[in-house]
């Protein structure tokens, strides 16, 4: 098990090194953020009220890093969608290996990359920004990263695999990934100072948001219960329910 875990992860790893351009175009819009979004959120920070504790680049980067897990691993499906075209997921059927370690590799793998493009991100963010975090915060945000990137990722695999359409898959992830950004307070927090009444209470129905409030809690080095809770509760509950319903699909497609 273990052992076709890593083959698949070595396959996929060395897939991607060989085209390392799709890395550096993830990494490209949350830089563009980071340079050009965040000097304005200095000055919003500074003159309005509601914004979470610590300064503008503590409520900004473990932001971005979600929303880069969360469009990056969203759309893994495609590669997925172009093995199935391709005949590779038909020779996969005929080889003795697990299709369970079949999605657990590319999750691996996945997450890896998505752990790489938020260090890339943290880097950046220390060296030319005011950006101050704990170590244990910053490697508490890099696992809710890649628990976040094996989510997105098996369900991605799995939405792929049962609607099998170039074509209706990106217009199906606009259409989720779209609210589910608007309402997780990723660009701008959505808080009780800021945000009337029934635009909060709908963001706390989306577990992403939650997750976006515990990766800031992790960066100003809050890693107590009540500000991690709720949100690695939520992250933990969609893993194992992405996880399962990656394992069901990719064994009935893969029987």
Known sequence: MFRDIW?????????????????????????????????????????????????????????????????????????????YR????????????????LLLG????????????????????????????????????????ALLAITLGSASYSVALLIKSETAFPALLNAVLMPLLLLSGILVPITTGLAPAWLYNLSRINPFSHVVDAERAAFRGDITMDALFTGCVALLVMAVLSLFWGVRTFQKENA
Not at 54 to 81: E, K
Not at 86 to 101: D, K, L, M, N, Y
């Open 106 to 145: 590319k999750l691996l793998a996945a997450s890896f990359q998505a752990i790489v493009q938020a260090l890339l991100i943290i880097v950046v963010a220390f060296l030319v920004f005011p950006l101050d975090a704990p170590v244990t915060g910053v490697l508490m945000s890099l696992v809710i990263v």
């Open 7 to 83: 083959l698949i992860f070595k396959r996929d790893m060395t897939l991607s090194l060989r085209n390392p351009a799709w890395v550096l175009i993830g990494i490209m819009q949350p830089l563009l953020y980071l340079f050009f979004f965040g000097p304005l959120m200095e000055k919003v920070v500074e003159n309005t009220p509601g914004f979470p504790p610590g300064n503008s680049w503590a409520v900004l980067t473990p932001a971005i890093m979600v929303q880069t897990a969360l469009f990056g691993t969203s759309f893994a499906g495609f590669g997925l969608l172009a093995e």
């Open 86 to 101: 391709a005949g590779v997921t038909e020779r996969f059927r005929v080889t003795p290996i697990s299709r369970a370690a």
